[in-house]
């Protein structure tokens, strides 16, 4: 089973596109689950996600976690052997989990697989085909979970770029096989943590206290 996690925090205006998407995969209803976890939004999302409250886990957090606090409690909740991030501000083509899944469970030495993405606007328009391998995003890879557990989940001191700490220490293990097909929409606004450039920077100089890089 595959558990698609969606961490949230204030985008009620994008979260229903990126669950639409996860409801619309062409994988087997039994073969997925999917999780949202709402890390103490105050912009109506909860009211939002009590539409989909059939169809999805919502876990609404009383205090917010961050990114990487919100994400550790999705995997702990996650019921599958397979993990898989969806930012709430982003969405899928529908037959992104097929295609990972099957890549996993035929390939034993595959210990995670990621996909292409296109950059889309507000509208959804494609702007640009990106290969993963040359610009990684935290998103569009599926785990398998017991390895996200060897290496200690996220990083929950990071608030930014603590996909870029997971991923140093998930490459000391385990690999990312990229599959060149461009499956996941990476959303561009206005909003984008990685616009914060005061934040980036601060984590950059916490990564590199850590890693030593």
């Known amino acids: 089973?595959?558990?698609?996690?969606?961490?949230?925090?204030?985008?009620?205006?994008?979260?229903?596109?990126?669950?639409?998407s996860a409801l619309d995969q062409s994988l087997p209803v039994n073969q997925f689950e999917i999780i949202v976890v709402n890390?103490?939004?105050?912009?109506?999302?909860?009211?939002?996600?009590?539409?989909?409250?059939?169809?999805?886990?919502?876990?609404?957090?009383?205090?917010?976690?961050?990114l990487a606090g919100a994400r550790n409690f999705g995997i702990k909740k996650a019921?599958?052997?397979?993990?898989?991030?969806?930012?709430?501000?982003?969405?899928?083509?529908?037959?992104?989990?097929?295609?990972?899944?099957?890549?996993?469970?035929?390939?034993?030495?595959?210990?995670?697989?990621?996909?292409?993405?296109?950059?889309?606007?507000?509208?959804?328009?494609?702007?640009?085909?990106?290969?993963?391998?040359?610009?990684?995003?935290?998103?569009?890879?599926?785990?398998?979970?017991d390895f996200l557990f060897n290496i200690g989940l996220y990083d929950e001191g990071f608030r930014a770029r603590e996909e870029e700490d997971l991923r140093i220490r998930w490459n000391e293990k385990y690999n990312i096989y990229n599959i060149i097909l461009p499956l996941y929409r990476y959303r561009m606004h206005d909003s984008n943590l990685t616009k914060n450039s005061s934040e980036m920077n601060k984590h950059q100089e916490m990564l590199k206290m850590k890693h030593g890089r």
């Open 39 to 66: 890390d103490s939004s105050t912009d109506g999302t909860a009211t939002i996600l009590e539409n989909y409250a059939n169809d999805v886990r919502v876990f609404n957090l009383q205090e917010n976690l961050g």
């Open 79 to 145: 019921k599958g052997q397979f993990i898989f991030f969806l930012d709430a501000d982003d969405y899928l083509h529908k037959e992104t989990l097929r295609v990972q899944k099957l890549f996993l469970e035929e390939n034993n030495n595959l210990d995670a697989v990621s996909v292409d993405y296109y950059l889309v606007d507000e509208r959804g328009k494609h702007i640009e085909h990106v290969n993963a391998n040359e610009k990684p995003i935290a998103c569009g890879i599926m785990f398998r979970k």
């Open 1 to 20: 089973m595959v558990s698609l996690i969606i961490t949230t925090y204030n985008y009620a205006q994008y979260v229903e596109r990126a669950i639409r």
